[in-house]
């Protein structure tokens, strides 16, 4: 069997997104339950796919998997869980304090922050109270992103200590007692956490540098919190026959590299591999054949399909330099290759002579890694969260608190302290950001699906916490909105890849940003082996696969797509993401 060894009750599966800890947790779980177990698996993703990989619609309650006894699993919505929360906060003061009041407090639990504490409310019920899951031999948490997941797990000492420190009665989720009462409960969430005899981490990666090196980084910020009983697994894994085939050659030497070259107390974790599969890990005939790839049926005679497919993005950044200036946003599922993408299109941009800024919003994306040197004309920044909030905490206290006594100081310092200034101090870097493409162009790598949409949503949310707190908002705030909405001054492409779940999370994200009145540019077909050239049996059945993926793209989501082919050189560095926008 090609999956970890399970000894502990909790397992959190958790990486670099797009590297399949939704198929690996779901796999598990599924090998679990046919041993016997009454196994419930849970997503933390505000992207989950977990209805889509399991062939069910999901709710926030425990639901049986059809053709798999003993196997439950469930999601945590995270906008159903902030109105439970914000309901059951506000609920004991209806009829109590005047409506005026009562407004007041839903507004302040209408922010991010809430929706990041409610979420993690119900999931510290499902981990920190044993007596939730009681039923249930294994809890498998099929967790988000990796920059999402470490912070869902420092919320407990996050938010324990705002509790412990704050000596008013609100903050920016309202009531503090409401809190207070929580505290034990995420108390007991810490130490199960950390527990080696009662839960697991397992860190998913695939065979290349990038994923690996997050894997890495999430170790050493998992051992900061306590938490040392880790596992690694490597997923996707070719290897073996290459046949001679240029692809395959490439694609089995570039992961022999990065797996040699992987840090070596990466290494030495108990180490898993699992084999690349042609044909996705969707339904449970899939996942049993993840459990078990020697079960697959090696491939005979297949060909790769003749189709027409749509052109490379050289086109593209052409049509899009000619505007002189603007941002470029590139949004998609985690690990479609979002941040590879917008770095070639910054260089190309640059190498035309233009004067670029490449930037991100995402806490785990590599911008600078996947540039790898120096380009004329291109800046290469970072939002970082703990700069921008001691710039914005400095800011608010010089501007707001000089007129203040020392108590009012106290009770702005306080409300300073609340994670929620992090939401608004990287929201202000976001707007700032995008003010710059009217003088050039900006380039954003944006994070992941569910947290890009939360940044975009936080907008009125952000308003009021500034009124409250500031009393003015930043011009570049104000012109936000309207610029993500102008189609002339930002241009959205939205990445995915030729499979299943990235279409399909791509197919939410637009309705996402249709609902936000924000209309996509162009969609990115990312890593296609359909349009690589090669003719390995293998490889040849992955493009045939890809085929209905691309052609519903090209041919239904989009006015405009663009296809980028599997490439025997790595796109790193200038003349790798060169070669990534083709000629």
């Known amino acids: 069997m090609s999956l970890p060894a399970i000894q502990t009750r909790y397992l959190f599966f958790t990486g670099k997104g797009g590297v399949g800890k939704t198929s690996l947790s779901c796999a598990t779980g599924l090998v679990l339950a046919e041993a016997g177990k009454k196994v419930l698996i849970v997503s933390t993703d505000p992207a989950s796919n977990l209805d889509e990989v399991l062939g069910v619609d999901l709710s926030q309650f425990p639901t049986a998997i059809p053709g798999a006894p003993g196997l439950f699993a469930l999601n945590i ?31 302040q639990f209408s922010g991010a922050c809430t929706v990041e504490i409610a979420a993690f409310d119900e999931f510290s019920k499902l981990i920190g ?94 051992n900061g919190l306590g938490i040392y009983n880790q596992t690694l697994v490597i997923n996707g894994l070719f290897s073996g026959d290459t046949a001679g085939d240029a ?19 990466l290494a030495d974790l108990p180490q898993t591999r699992v084999p690349f599969l042609p044909l996705g890990a969707v339904g449970l005939d899939a996942l049993r ?53 917008a770095a070639a299109i910054a260089v190309a941009l640059a190498k035309k002579g233009h004067k670029v800024v490449l930037s991100t919003t995402d806490p785990a994306a590599h911008t600078a890694a996947a540039i790898d040197g120096v380009v004329p004309g291109l800046a290469v920044t970072r939002i970082d969260p703990v700069l921008e909030v001691k710039q914005y905490t400095d800011e608010v206290l010089a501007k707001a608190g000089q007129h203040l006594d020392s108590g009012g100081r106290a009770m702005l310092e306080e409300d300073l302290r609340s994670p929620c200034t992090e939401e608004i101090a990287v ?21 992941p699906t569910g947290h890009t949409i939360l940044l975009l949503d936080a907008a ?68 296609s082996l359909l349009a690589s050239g090669t003719k390995h049996p293998i490889l040849c059945q992955r493009g045939a696969y890809e085929e209905p993926y691309i052609r519903r793209v090209a041919d239904s989501l989009s006015k405009q797509s663009a296809l980028i082919p599997w490439l025997v050189e790595a796109p790193v560095g200038e003349s790798g993401l060169e070669h990534l926008i083709g000629a």
Request: include cysteine; glycine fraction near 6%.
């Open 289 to 341: 054949e993840m459990a078990h790839p020697e079960t697959a049926v090696a491939p005979n005679g297949i060909v790769m399909p003749e189709t027409l497919l749509p052109p490379n993005l050289h086109g593209l950044v052409d049509a899009i330099a000619a505007k002189g200036h603007g941002v470029i946003m590139t949004m998609g599922k985690g690990g479609v290759g979002k941040t590879t993408v």
């Open 247 to 265: 692809i395959a050659v490439a694609m089995a030497a570039r992961a022999a590299d990065a797996i040699d070259s992987m840090p070596s107390e």
């Open 77 to 107: 919505d995270p906008e159903t869980a902030a109105h439970t929360y914000r309901e059951r906060m506000v609920a004991p003061y209806r009829g109590i304090l005047p409506a005026a009041a009562i407004l007041s407090m839903e507004e």
């Open 460 to 527: 009125e949310a952000y308003h009021r916490e500034v009124m409250r707190i500031q009393g003015d908002m930043p011009k570049a705030v104000l012109q936000l909105l309207p610029r993500l909405r102008d189609p002339s001054y930002t241009r959205v492409l939205i990445v995915t890849l030729p499979e299943a779940t990235p279409v399909h999370e791509a197919e939410r994200l637009a309705a996402d940003l249709a609902r936000a009145g924000i209309q996509p540019h162009a969609w990115i077909v990312n890593q």
């Open 129 to 222: 109270d044993p007596a939730i899951t009681a039923g249930f031999d294994h809890v498998v948490f099929d967790t988000a992103p990796t920059g999402h997941t470490l912070r869902l797990l420092t919320l407990p000492s996050a938010w324990g200590e705002f509790i412990s420190s704050s000596t008013g009665g609100a903050s920016c989720l309202g009531p503090l007692a409401g809190l207070e009462k929580q505290k034990a409960l995420y108390a007991a969430t810490v130490a199960r956490l950390s527990s080696a005899s009662e839960t697991t981490v397992i860190l998913v990666a695939r065979a290349d540098t990038a994923s690996l090196r997050e894997a890495n980084r999430t170790r050493l910020e998992l």
């Open 427 to 447: 929201f202000r870097a976001f707007a700032r950001t995008v003010d710059e493409g009217k003088d050039g162009f900006v380039v954003l790598d944006t994070a």
